[in-house]
């Protein structure tokens, strides 16, 4: 799985690239492609860890069982419902939680990589509009490498069990990329600049998804059952 796990995002890349050249993105643009991917990974987790939580509810009863009072585990239906909506209620505050996290991360966008409409990616535009619709107008725009990226990625997040799921963008590469993307556009602007000068643009991005999609390759594995203490 994980040499085709290799492949894949290897292909995902080939395609990004190829993306990127057809359809001519300049580095601000990419700046909020990334952003508008790891909200819809970060979107993505909480969403499918409820919905695997719900269809796999016989293992987690079983599972959570040991945790709670016997009177609570004795009453199926009552544990059953306790679980769903523990599952429900994690899940949407996760979700609120990513959007008021990225929303923070636009606002340093909307004024060091501004786009066009400035009404809604400008520093005095995004703060003043409503967080969904710049997001809406970039699913639109850009639709076709968010779902190159998010097809990367899930694959990944199929191996990962429901609860860890709903978090899982806080550990993972996600919202590193945006960390990573901040520290070193800078260096990696200046060293392209000097090497093509106004052309510079696309080298960045080539050498940021080249990054993006390494990143993929050296995530940390999880340890399997038989590595834990029984």
């Given at each position: 799985m994980?040499?085709?796990?290799?492949?894949?995002?290897?292909?995902?890349?080939?395609?990004?690239?190829?993306?990127l050249f057809l359809q001519g993105w300049k580095l601000n643009e990419f700046c909020w492609i990334v952003w508008v991917t790891g909200l819809m990974f970060s979107y993505l987790c909480s969403i499918t860890g409820f919905f695997q939580l719900c269809f796999?509810?016989?293992?987690?009863?079983?599972?959570?069982?040991?945790?709670?009072?016997?009177?609570?585990?004795?009453r199926?239906?009552?544990?059953?419902?306790?679980?769903i909506t523990a599952g429900f209620v994690t899940s949407s505050i996760a979700i609120l939680?990513?959007?008021?996290?990225?929303?923070?991360y636009g606002l340093f966008l909307?004024?060091?990589?501004?786009?066009?409409?400035?009404?809604?990616?400008g520093e005095n535009g995004y703060i003043n509009s409503d967080f969904f619709t710049p997001v809406k107008f970039l699913l639109l725009k850009f639709y076709q490498i968010i779902i190159v990226s998010l097809i990367a990625d899930f694959f990944f997040i199929l191996k990962i069990d429901s609860w860890s799921k709903i978090f899982l963008p806080f550990k993972s590469k996600e919202i590193l990329?945006?960390?990573i993307m901040t520290l070193l556009l800078p260096f990696l602007s200046l060293l392209f600049f000097a090497l093509f000068k106004d052309k510079y643009q696309t080298p960045v991005i080539i050498a940021l998804l080249c990054?993006?999609?390494?990143?993929?390759?050296?995530?940390?594995?999880?340890?399997?059952?038989?590595?834990?203490?029984?």
């Amino acid at each position: 799985m994980n040499q085709i796990g290799r492949i894949i995002n290897l292909i995902c890349l080939f395609i990004s690239i190829v993306l990127l050249f057809l359809q001519g993105w300049k580095l601000n643009e990419f700046c909020w492609i990334v952003w508008v991917t790891g909200l819809m990974f970060s979107y993505l987790c909480s969403i499918t860890g409820f919905f695997q939580l719900c269809f796999d509810i016989k293992n987690q009863s079983e599972t959570l069982s040991q945790y709670v009072p016997f009177f609570i585990y004795s009453r199926k239906f009552l544990f059953v419902l306790l679980i769903i909506t523990a599952g429900f209620v994690t899940s949407s505050i996760a979700i609120l939680i990513y959007t008021y996290l990225f929303g923070f991360y636009g606002l340093f966008l909307s004024v060091f990589a501004r786009m066009e409409p400035l009404n809604l990616f400008g520093e005095n535009g995004y703060i003043n509009s409503d967080f969904f619709t710049p997001v809406k107008f970039l699913l639109l725009k850009f639709y076709q490498i968010i779902i190159v990226s998010l097809i990367a990625d899930f694959f990944f997040i199929l191996k990962i069990d429901s609860w860890s799921k709903i978090f899982l963008p806080f550990k993972s590469k996600e919202i590193l990329r945006i960390h990573i993307m901040t520290l070193l556009l800078p260096f990696l602007s200046l060293l392209f600049f000097a090497l093509f000068k106004d052309k510079y643009q696309t080298p960045v991005i080539i050498a940021l998804l080249c990054l993006f999609y390494f990143i993929n390759f050296n995530l940390p594995k999880r340890k399997s059952k038989e590595e834990f203490p029984s």
